[in-house]
């Protein structure tokens, strides 16, 4: 849990930013000219696009910083006091991707390109394993590790991207897969155990 910083408010009252950060595991904090409020940002990890997006959202509206991100402004202290901000909440590696973007709204852009992208193809690769995982069938001269092997290196992709996948599901896949002859054994083996 990040270190909380003091609240500029007064007599343990909560700001509408305390309660949108609170929960940030990985933030960087930083305090504001206009009104010297102190803040955490999220940082932008590889997997968290979609819930920093929002959170940065909530947290430049705060800041009336927002409207700098979406439509772009002639303002340019705003302009780089939002990408000021968005710089603080991306990693350096992130920022060198952006190759030193001129304006609040193209680094916004730049980074949902990005990371949209990134967030595209691992739903591709997700949507392939689970066809991948579906269409596996053990045919008669198959090795029941060789079997498993496959079924779990499908098992253990789709998590690594994220995907929660029940071991009822594994199993009942592992049954529906498996040739005749195996099945009754197993059912042999199922009755035997009980």
Do not use: H
Not at 77 to 98: G, N, P, V, Y
């Amino acid at each position: 849990m990040p270190k909380q910083m003091p609240s500029p408010m007064k007599n343990g009252e909560k700001s509408i930013v305390d309660d949108v950060v609170r929960d940030t595991t990985t933030s960087i904090s930083t305090t504001t000219r206009d009104n010297s409020m102190s803040m955490q940002l999220p940082l932008l990890t590889k997997m968290n696009y979609a819930v920093w997006a929002m959170k940065m959202e909530i947290l430049m509206e705060a800041q009336g910083l927002w409207e700098v991100v979406e439509e772009g402004t002639e303002d340019r202290r705003k302009d780089k006091s939002a990408f000021a901000m968005i710089c603080q909440a991306i990693s350096d590696e992130t920022l060198l991707q952006l190759n030193v973007k001129g304006t609040a709204k193209e680094a916004w852009q730049a980074l949902r390109t990005i990371n949209m992208g990134a967030y595209r193809v691992k739903k591709a690769k997700i949507q392939s394993l689970k066809r991948e995982f579906e269409a596996l069938r053990m045919r008669d001269g198959d090795a029941v590790e060789d079997f498993a092997g496959k079924l779990s290196r499908i098992v253990y992709q789709r998590r690594s991207l994220g995907e929660k996948i029940e071991e009822s599901e594994v199993v009942e896949k592992l049954l529906r897969a498996v040739p005749g002859k195996l099945l009754q054994l197993l059912s042999n083996l199922e009755i035997w155990r009980s």
